[in-house]
């Protein structure tokens, strides 16, 4: 379990490595004569937003991981927190729920402006979903002048794709269907055209406790345009001890266990079962 506490620095503008701003260690003197320090003095702070992927060490970067090191605070959902929480023991966690986006964005520029270098965790892909676009949206709208980087992540698709087999080697769509951010019926043109269009589907947030309906909706929309008998794959905790894939197809694929942890893939017209894995062919002739 993360253990919530305030780092080692006395200050907000107390870095967290004494580092530089690109990643280089002090006393690499070829780095740092286009590098700025992290932290203090007069010099502007800066904002990761870091993408750990599915959550397990061995998916997260190196990159990734060297920017957390360089940051004296670290924002974030507490779950993803607790998925970092081996990269977090000398930081400042400051966590926060499920619909608090904005006020952890805000808490991180803030912290950025006093001269901090801090980071703002996202699973997955931090411009998938994630964080990345608010950042830079808020920054540009509330006026803070500091630097931030965007250091990618392997995004659920993308992992949830690699433990299913190879369901995405042609054109693919990611569509969530959570309507907490986008209304429902733009979701709904967005899965026709999908569906029409015959293109691999990667549905996020597919379904919770509360909202089941959405991916009911999404399985009507998919069979109008495709056959029942459609592989369809369900991946859920990727990358954890939980981990655990199902195979199905489109008739059949709500009775399996789908939660908010959970990614649908819908095949197209050419995607199998191949030696017990989904593959879509990219149309090599073999």
């Not at 003197?29 to 320090?37: D, F, G, K």
């Not at 676009?133 to 540009?140: F, K, P, Q, S």
């Not at 266990?257 to 062919?281: A, E, F, Y």
Request: glycine share 10%.
């Amino acid at each position: 379990m993360l253990e919530i506490r305030p780092g080692e620095s006395e200050s907000a503008g107390s870095g967290g490595t004494g580092g530089t701003s690109c990643g280089k260690p002090n006393g690499d003197s070829a780095a740092e004569e286009n590098c700025q320090p992290c932290d203090g003095g007069d010099r502007k702070g800066k904002v990761f937003v870091v993408g750990i992927g599915p959550g397990g060490k061995l998916d997260r970067t190196h990159r990734a991981e060297k920017a957390i090191e360089q940051c004296s605070a670290v924002f974030g959902y507490k779950r993803y927190l607790e998925l970092a929480a081996d990269l977090l023991e000398d930081k400042e966690v400051v966590p926060s729920g499920m619909r608090h986006e904005v006020e952890r964005c805000l808490a991180a520029l803030d912290r950025a402006k006093a001269g901090a270098t801090v980071c703002v965790l996202s699973s997955g892909d931090p411009g998938v979903y994630g964080m990345a676009g608010l950042v830079l949206e808020l920054a540009d709208d509330k006026g803070y002048d500091v630097a931030i980087e965007i250091v990618p992540g392997i995004s659920a698709a993308n992992s949830a794709a690699a433990s299913m087999g190879a369901p995405l080697m042609l054109d693919y769509a990611c569509i969530s269907i959570s309507d907490l951010l986008v209304d429902w019926e733009t979701i709904k043109d967005r899965l026709e055209k999908a569906a029409s269009a015959d293109m691999v589907v990667a549905l996020y947030n597919p379904r919770s406790k509360k909202r089941v309906k959405q991916l009911e909706d999404a399985a009507e929309i998919f069979l109008k345009y495709r056959n029942p008998s459609t592989p369809v794959a369900v991946a859920t905790a990727v990358g954890t001890d939980d981990e655990n894939v199902t195979y199905s197809n489109l008739k059949d694929f709500l009775d399996l266990d789908i939660g908010m942890r959970s990614t649908v893939i819908v095949g197209n017209s050419s995607s199998k079962m191949v030696g017990g894995r989904l593959v879509t062919p990219r149309g090599y002739k073999l």
